[in-house]
């Protein structure tokens, strides 16, 4: 059974930092793309951040609103994926979701995500 | 940066009654358009794929459709678990991977 296990997240004073970690299980890890995507109490879903496997050079893309302050990393050996947020603003309060990004290559290559974790709450105030 | 639009916000619908949702794109995503269910206080649940193709585990009253700019989800014969909000997003320009606002669907 996939599984993607988010932890990481709490209260942290705007400015300071947090990492998120995501453990996953049931699946080889190393072989898929890692996407966290965020949800505002009450709003919408919101993408934050991708990673690609090692076997399609490991790179990594940024939304615009976390652009030079959020970092994200992978340690395959741990099948663990981590979200580094730096500089933090009251506007990044909300439940961070891993989620697994599975490659398509039909009239391109692109990623839709199959399993989302259940969620870690991060809340930025003073 | 892809705009999607849901409609309608939300949609009461009665248990057993057909429920029609749409999604529009501001640019053509081809069929990399994929719908997800969301419960309260639950992560959101992958549905349909590639436009039309349900993911594993997926009933059958679970149906997609459209291709370019225009999509839709249709649930056949809503059952109470299905009351929930719906989002649909495109993976064809990315990033950023964009999300439509949503439309819950609710009890008549």
């Known amino acids: 059974e996939v599984q993607l296990v988010e932890s990481g997240g709490g209260l942290v004073q705007p400015g300071r930092s947090l990492r998120l970690s995501c453990t996953a299980s049931g699946f080889t890890f190393g072989d898929y793309a890692v996407s966290w995507v965020r949800q505002a109490p009450g709003k919408g879903l919101e993408w934050v951040s991708f990673?690609?496997?090692?076997?399609?050079?490991?790179?990594?893309d940024y939304a615009a609103s976390v652009q030079g302050r959020f970092s994200v990393s992978r340690d395959d050996s741990k099948s663990i994926a981590y979200l580094q947020m730096n500089s933090l603003k009251t506007e990044d309060t909300a439940v961070y979701y891993c989620t697994r990004a599975r490659r398509v290559t039909s009239g391109g290559i692109s990623y839709y995500f199959d399993f989302w974790g259940q969620g870690t709450l991060v809340t930025v105030s003073s | 940066e892809v705009v999607m639009t849901q409609s309608p916000a939300t949609l009461s619908v009665s248990p057993g009654e057909r429920a029609t949702l749409s999604c529009r794109a501001s640019?053509?995503?081809?069929?990399?358009l994929a719908w997800y269910q969301q419960k309260p206080g639950q992560a959101p649940r992958l549905l349909i794929y590639g436009a039309s193709t349900r993911a594993t585990d997926i009933p059958a009253r679970f149906s997609g459709s459209g291709s370019g700019t225009e999509f839709t989800l249709t649930i056949s014969s809503l059952q109470s678990e299905d009351f929930a909000l719906y989002y649909c997003q495109q993976y064809n320009n990315w990033p950023p991977w964009t999300f439509g606002q949503g439309t819950r669907v609710d009890i008549k």
């Open positions: 640019q053509s995503v081809s069929t990399n």
């Open positions: 990673i690609r496997s090692k076997r399609y050079t490991g790179t990594t």
